[in-house]
């Protein structure tokens, strides 16, 4: 069976002392079967991935949930509600229950301030039995009065900056046209600021160089006014 050529061995007619068939069939039977462990094996993992990743959901929404209904209850003894507790309370009950449930107990709290021993029996309670009060409003509505108090807060901030910028531009303007009038001018309307007060009160040079400003400032607006609803 073997021939040596040149110093190598090779065994010719190989086929002929072979199984050939038998080889053939036994890698197509390996191949079948590795082909239907990795289709097993892919299966599987895919399968434990979508488990995993739907619990992962379920864990990310249930927390997000308890922050929320956390935050409704927030500066109240029914903060104190354990971990726990909360979810259970939202298997039982249902976040959407619960939710309204933990803003309407909050709320009875901020106006009634009595003791809470116990908040999660508490709050069950209140799902259990769930009564919406007549002076409840909603945490939307809260919100929407809130927004417009603040919107009501800005505008009336916003006018009051607008009214003092109006008038340090009539403070300035004043007194640009107090120093346009002749000394003369201003004399006159000194004299007539001392006139305008009561007799024998005395006041600073500064009052009534502040009056005689003020009279002299309404002098021109009268004259603008008079020329600008007189007819042409």
Same mark, same amino acid.
């Given at each position: 069976?073997?021939?040596?050529?040149?110093?190598?061995?090779?065994?010719?007619?190989?086929?002929?002392?072979?199984?050939?068939?038998?080889?053939?069939?036994?890698?197509?039977?390996?191949?079948?079967?590795?082909?239907?462990? !990795?289709?097993?094996?892919?299966?599987?993992?895919?399968?434990?991935?979508?488990?995993?990743?739907?619990?992962?959901?379920?864990?990310?929404?249930?927390?997000?949930?308890?922050?929320?209904?956390?935050?409704?209850?927030?500066?109240?003894?029914?903060?104190?509600?354990?971990?726990?507790?909360?979810?259970?309370?939202?298997?039982?009950?249902?976040?959407?229950q619960?939710?309204?449930?933990?803003?309407i107990? &909050?709320?009875?709290? !901020?106006?009634?301030?009595?003791?809470?021993q116990n908040?999660?029996?508490?709050?069950?309670?209140?799902?259990?039995?769930?009564?919406?009060?007549?002076?409840?409003?909603?945490?939307?509505?809260?919100?929407?009065?809130?927004?417009?108090?603040?919107?009501?807060?800005?505008?009336?901030?916003?006018?009051?900056?607008?009214?003092?910028?109006?008038?340090?531009?009539?403070?300035?303007?004043?007194?640009?046209?107090?120093?346009?009038?002749?000394? &003369?001018? !201003?004399?006159?309307?000194? !004299?007539?600021?001392?006139?305008?007060?009561?007799?024998?009160?005395?006041?600073?040079g500064?009052?009534?160089?502040?009056?005689?400003?003020?009279?002299?400032?309404?002098?021109r607006?009268?004259?603008?006014?008079?020329?600008?609803?007189?007819?042409?």
């Open positions: 069976m073997v021939e040596i050529v040149e110093g190598a061995y090779f065994l010719p007619e190989w086929e002929k002392h072979q199984n050939l068939s038998g080889l053939a069939k036994i890698r197509e039977q390996t191949r079948q079967r590795v082909a239907r462990h !990795r289709a097993k094996a892919k299966s599987v993992t895919l399968h434990v991935t979508q488990s995993n990743a739907a619990e992962t959901e379920t864990e990310i929404e249930l927390e997000k949930q308890q922050h929320e209904i956390r935050f409704l209850l927030n500066n109240t003894p029914l903060c104190r509600i354990s971990d726990d507790e909360l979810r259970s309370l939202v298997y039982r009950h249902g976040s959407k619960l939710m309204l449930a933990a803003d107990a &909050a709320e009875t709290w !901020r106006r009634e301030k009595h003791e809470i908040p999660g029996g508490y709050l069950n309670s209140f799902c259990s039995a769930l009564i919406t009060p007549s002076w409840y409003r909603s945490l939307e509505d809260r919100r929407a009065d809130a927004e417009a108090i603040e919107e009501k807060r800005l505008a009336t901030l916003k006018a009051k900056e607008k009214q003092i910028v109006a008038e340090e531009k009539e403070a300035c303007d004043r007194e640009a046209f107090w120093a346009s009038i002749s000394e &003369a001018e !201003r004399d006159n309307f000194r !004299r007539k600021a001392k006139e305008s007060m009561n007799p024998g009160l005395e006041l600073p500064a009052a009534i160089a502040a009056i005689a400003k003020s009279m002299a400032w309404e002098n607006t009268q004259l603008n006014t008079n020329v600008h609803s007189s007819p042409t």
